[in-house]
Structures are given as structure tokens and as C-alpha cells.
């Protein structure tokens, strides 16, 4: 039998206060669907398990305020069923990466501060985080933000823990600003190499036209070819359309392509998604009119070209050196060499304000840190 929320959250508590006396290392974890992304993994092969799938469920869901506040163990497939009933959706489309029996959570979305192709059209995870609450360190319960924009003032730490991979805390309950559905959209699709491609949705992304989602890759034959997700209103995407030309995909193969984009199982990924992968999967954020990258490998492209994956035999300082050069960065994302950070090393400035806030959130050094420095 499941425990009550307050018995599960007092559970929780309990779990850190024994952690600081013991001077044991806690891992935050819930679905565990992302579990291969672990920044600090020395940390999480000796740390205990602080299991956040008990302390689950939908808090609030006003549909005509536009937000949705949930426990973090609460599984993402049932908070995107529970929106849909209302029209309603987190456009960012959070991937769940469901694999083997793991279970994507509302938590653990936050946590690994990870979109899907949405981000073109309508932002980051963290963009549509209004207010959330934070088991620290020193066990106590922090809460920050609000849950509608208008509530929401100060320094906005809610949006800081998106991306924070557990470093600060066990997430505890999230509130999220939800969307309408947009029943509009085609996808467009263009047979042109990746250089042409980057040029075209850049200089698209500068029009007035109804982009939603991007994506470049080629294909066996090494043929490559842009797709481009429109979404709006019905007079705006057939306009859009006429406007762009390129080959427009049935409804069924377009819902398939970007879901299986969402959820990188497209066979470009398959080899990726292997047990102890030996090349690694490098996701590359770069700025978006970034010309093609002289690296070895296979290469899709995302988000107007501002996210970049890189599937090869490429050596991890130089996907590091070529990403800064241009001003971005890069993340082992999975397989390759362990012993390779996940993350790319902060500059000094952002390594100092980490720390600061890592003591701040977490003195006794419980959690994960993020850099694994």
C-alpha cells in the first residue's frame, strides 16, 4: 500500500536527517528513465536512493489559469493524459525516454531540464516553470515561485533547479504553465545538405511564419533533408505552406516522425541506445547560424540548428574545443567513455557561482554535484 503524501514527504525528510548523520550520500530518483545522464557518477555508485516515486500525484489543475502543479513522482505520461482531457499541453514536448521498465516523472523532467522539438516554437522547460518546492540539504523545505505568472517575483529559483540533475535538492512539487493544443500543423519536408539547411531555417525562423519544430539529418544514402513543423492557426499554416513549398507529410507519418524524434527512436539513434555504446552520443549546443561543425560523424540537427547531436569515434576535447570555438558547448549524452564528464567544465566565474550555491543548498555535500568537481 502506497503511503499518504504526508507520510511520504516526512519519509523523505527522515531519510536526509539520517544522511547527515551518518555522512551518507543521497541520489534523488524517481522513474529513473534518465538514469544514463548521471553528471557525478563516483557520487552515485556509494550514495543511497532517495526514492521520490511514493510522494506522487496532481496537487492542482486549473485549465482556465493555465497551470498544473504536481508531486515529482508523479509519472509524466499521466500529467500530458490529464492535460489532453482539457485540450491542453506542455509544448515543449518533454521526451520521456521509457526504456526497460523506466518511467519518465514530472521531477525528474525538471530535473534534467530536457525539450524535446517543441523548444523551437515555444521555449525551454524552464520557461514554463512557475514555482516549485525543494527538499535541501539541511532537510528543510524550501518553496520558491508561484503558480501563475503574476505571482511570481524575486529571484526566480523555481527556474534555476531546471537542469540541476539533483545538485541542490530532491525536487518536491512543480507547477507548470500549460497550453491549448494547436490543432493546426503540417509538416514540410526538403531534400537539401546540412549547410543549405541551416541557412534556410535561419533565415525562416526571421519571418513571420508559424515554426514549431526543426530537424536535419542524413539519410543510408547520405541524402539529407530538413523537416519543418508548422503549427498556428489554420489560415497561417496553409499560408505557410504555400509559402515555404517543400513536400508536405501525411498527418499519421508527421505525429510519427516527431514522436519518434522526441523520443530519439529514430534508427539513427538505435546504436546509441545500445549497452556500453562505444561511441558516444554528443548533444552540441551552439548558436543557431552556426555553419556545419568539422567534426567526424553523424550529425542531426534540432532547434534551428541551435542543437546539434553527434554520433561518431570523435575524440571528446575536440567536440569540446570545436563547440566553444563557436561559442557553445557539449554534453556526453550517452555511451562512449565513462570516464568522460558528462558535462562540459564551467568557465571559472560560473564554476565560483555554482559552488557557492551547491553550499548554500547542500553544506554536508548529500547530493550529486552537477560538474562532478
Known amino acids: 500500500m502506497m503511503p499518504s503524501a504526508p507520510q511520504a514527504l516526512e519519509s523523505l525528510q527522515q531519510q536526509v536527517l539520517q544522511a547527515i548523520r551518518e555522512r551518507t550520500p543521497l541520489q534523488p530518483r524517481a522513474g529513473g528513465s534518465k ?4 553528471p557525478d557518477p563516483a557520487h552515485a555508485s556509494r550514495a543511497a536512493v532517495l526514492d521520490l516515486r511514493p510522494y506522487a500525484g496532481v496537487v492542482a ?3 482556465s489559469e493555465l497551470y498544473l502543479t504536481a508531486r515529482a513522482g508523479t509519472p509524466l505520461s499521466e500529467v500530458e493524459e490529464r492535460l489532453a482531457e482539457h485540450g491542453q499541453c506542455l509544448p515543449f514536448d518533454p521526451p520521456r525516454f521509457a526504456r526497460d521498465g523506466a518511467q519518465a516523472t514530472i521531477g525528474g523532467m525538471v530535473a534534467a531540464g530536457l525539450s524535446g522539438p517543441g523548444r523551437l516554437g515555444a521555449g525551454a522547460v524552464r520557461d514554463f516553470v512557475l514555482g516549485a518546492s525543494l527538499l535541501n540539504g539541511r532537510a528543510e523545505i524550501l518553496h520558491f515561485g508561484g503558480q ?3 505571482n511570481v517575483a524575486g529571484f526566480d529559483v523555481s527556474r534555476l533547479l531546471a537542469g540541476s540533475m539533483g545538485s541542490l535538492g530532491a525536487i518536491l512539487e512543480v507547477s507548470l504553465k500549460v497550453l491549448p493544443v494547436v490543432r493546426a500543423q503540417a509538416t514540410l519536408s526538403f531534400e537539401m545538405p546540412q549547410a543549405q539547411a541551416i541557412e534556410a531555417i535561419n533565415r525562416w525562423s526571421g519571418q513571420p511564419l508559424p515554426l514549431s519544430a526543426s530537424a536535419w539529418w542524413a539519410d543510408g544514402d547520405g541524402r539529407g533533408r530538413l523537416f519543418v513543423r508548422l503549427r498556428g492557426a489554420r489560415a497561417t499554416v496553409d499560408s ?10 501525411e498527418a499519421q507519418q508527421a505525429d510519427a516522425l516527431w514522436q519518434e524524434l522526441r523520443e530519439q527512436r529514430l534508427d539513427w539513434f538505435e546504436a546509441s541506445w545500445q549497452e556500453r555504446a562505444e561511441r558516444a552520443l554528443w548533444r552540441i549546443a551552439v548558436p543557431s547560424a552556426t555553419p556545419p561543425l568539422p567534426l567526424e560523424g553523424a550529425t542531426l540537427i534540432e532547434w534551428g540548428g541551435a542543437q546539434r547531436w553527434l554520433h561518431g569515434a570523435v575524440d571528446a576535447e575536440q567536440v569540446r574545443s570545436v563547440a566553444a570555438a563557436v561559442g557553445g558547448h557539449a554534453t556526453r549524452f550517452r555511451g562512449g567513455d565513462a570516464a568522460v564528464a558528462v558535462f562540459s567544465p564551467p568557465s571559472p566565474p560560473l564554476d ?11 553544506p554536508h555535500g548529500l547530493f550529486p554535484r552537477c560538474f562532478g568537481a
Open 35 to 38: 538514469r544514463w545522464l548521471d
Open 61 to 63: 489543475h486549473e485549465p
Open 148 to 150: 501563475v505568472m503574476k
Open 240 to 249: 505557410a505552406r504555400v509559402r515555404l513549398g517543400g513536400e508536405c507529410l
Open 352 to 362: 565560483r557561482i555554482h559552488r557557492q550555491l551547491k553550499l548554500a543548498f547542500d
